[in-house]
Nanobody, 126 residues
């Protein structure tokens, strides 16, 4: 079992920055895939950024490329999402997700992730 706890959400004006954190605990060894998803009211959950291959490889949704950066501090077992140049359309509940199945590829399909955090709200005002 892996427990994920997010923090760092809040309200910010368009153009601003936020950094989300996701601290993992429990049996984290072999957590091959970690990522960030978001869900806005009335919309489906969508993948934002992912980290895999022992933290070497990253993937980003087209909508956040060049603005968001995903990275991990292994010593702290914490995953981060640095969000810059925020836009009103980035407003959503952000979730951290993890999975230990060695698929060998990245997928933004939320059904392929076993562990989820409780979410942290990000609100960007224009």
């Amino acid at each position: 079992q892996v427990q994920l706890v997010e923090s760092g959400g809040g309200s910010v004006q368009a153009g601003g920055s936020l950094r989300l954190s996701c601290t993992a605990s429990g049996y984290t060894s072999g957590t091959y895939y970690m990522g960030w998803f978001r869900q806005a009211p009335g919309k489906e959950r969508e993948g934002v950024a992912g980290l895999y291959r022992s933290g070497i490889a990253t993937r980003y949704a087209d909508s956040v490329k060049g603005r968001f950066t995903i990275y991990k501090d292994n010593a702290k077992n914490t995953l981060y999402l640095q969000m810059n140049s925020l836009k009103s359309e980035d407003t959503a509940m952000y979730y951290c997700a993890a999975d230990q199945t060695p698929r060998g590829y990245w997928s933004f399909d939320s059904r392929q992730f076993t562990y989820w955090g409780q979410g942290t709200q990000v609100t960007v005002s224009s």
